[in-house]
């Protein structure tokens, strides 16, 4: 059964703090893995990951991807209450469907 | 640009009520999602769509739950008879390609609420 994992579940930090969210998957025809950010209503989109060993970054947060060990990392230097949200790990088993994570909740105190 | 929408933003009911839920997707998108998140098991993948024609069902929770395209720019998520434990937040969301070849763009959710 094709499954992805996050971890943690949830996490409390500091501003200014930097924060590593892990997501590991087992799916039978890999695609794609994906990161998404939920605040209060719908995710948004963060990057996508394809190849492994090639980091994407965006202003403070990157990501990367390691097909050989079936995990992605997301990270986030200098964190800020802005970057409370609920952190989402989805994988494509190409075009099946999406498989999403349970979701890293983080919270960045002031 | 208009992302995707949704109908109504929330919806409460009573129990064996029969619950209508609208999405419009982005225009040229061929590919449209429903979801269905809970605290309980996260964001689940109900039923996906590619140019209108249903794709994979298997997420739908039972009979009770369908959902259909008629065309590019409208689907609708029923539910007929609802119940209590159907209470979540349902999201639609559309791509341009399958899968993950191209990020999903979700619209804002129903909040739907069974009495």
Partial sequence: EDKVVQSPLSLVVHEGDTVTLNCSYEVTNFRSL?????EKKAPTFLFMLTSSGIEKKSGRLSSILDKK????????TATQTGDSAIYLCAVDNYGQNFVFGPGTRLSVLP | ?????????HEVTE?????????????????????????????????????????????MPEDRFSAKMPNASFSTLK?????????AVYFCASSFGGGGNQPQHFGDGTRLSIL
């Fill in chain 2, 79 to 87: 539910i007929q008879p609802s119940e209590p434990r159907d209470s």
């Fill in chain 1, 34 to 38: 994906l990161w998404y950010k939920q």
């Fill in chain 2, 1 to 9: 640009d208009a992302g995707v929408i949704q109908s109504p933003r």
């Fill in chain 1, 69 to 76: 060990e079936l995990f992605s990392i997301l990270n986030i």
């Fill in chain 2, 15 to 59: 129990m064996g009520q029969e619950v209508t839920l609208r999405c419009k997707p982005i225009s040229g998108h061929d590919y449209l999602f429903w979801y269905r998140q809970t605290m309980m098991r996260g964001l689940e993948l109900l039923i996906y769509f590619n140019n209108n024609v249903p794709i994979d069902d298997s997420g």
